[in-house]
């Protein structure tokens, strides 16, 4: 049973236990779908205030819905649409404090609104991004944003 308990005082303590359980998640898996799915599962149960938490995986230049937490989402995403591809186009790390302001942002759950998405990489290749939404406007802070690019380098191994 996995049972992590994540009881941190500040975010960047919290991103350090929470980056402590997700390698401990994925030590010794190597399926990057088992791995994905515990990594939402993981980050949903610990970071509050979120309403989805999951990936999109390049498939062939496109981005394919993949393991998530949260209500039915879209499933094909181009680059360069939305935040989702323009992480995915830029490989810049795309954090939305008002999704509505957003040119092109791609409206999968009504409740979203602040976003943060993170292109994870491994060996100069793009693998997915990491999306996070939230139903509060500017949920997203430059520690969430730091934190999850460490989640982001372990995910970079693990999927
Ligand atoms: N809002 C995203 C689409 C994905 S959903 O939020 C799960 C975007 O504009 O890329």
């Excluded at 009881?7 to 994925?26: C, I």
């Excluded at 609104?113 to 999306?131: H, K, M, N, Q, T």
């Amino acid at each position: 049973m996995y049972d992590f308990r994540i009881e941190a005082a500040d975010k960047p303590a919290l991103y350090r236990e929470l980056g402590q359980a997700l390698e401990a998640l994925v030590a010794g898996e190597p399926d990057p779908v088992a791995n994905m799915a515990n990594a939402a599962a993981l980050i949903r149960e610990s970071l509050p205030d979120l309403n989805w938490a999951g990936f999109y995986r390049n498939v062939g230049g496109e981005l394919v819905l993949g393991p998530f937490q949260g209500r039915p989402a879209c499933i094909r995403i181009g680059f360069g649409e939305g935040v989702c591809g323009t992480a995915a186009a830029t490989r810049q790390v795309q954090r939305v404090d008002d999704v509505e302001a957003f040119p092109g942002h791609i409206a999968c759950d009504s409740e979203s609104r602040s976003e943060l998405v993170v292109p994870i990489l491994r060996d100069g290749e793009l693998l997915a991004v990491l999306d996070l939404d939230s139903p509060s406007v500017a949920r997203f802070t430059e520690d969430d944003e730091a934190g999850c690019v460490a989640l982001a380098e372990i995910l970079g191994r693990a999927i």
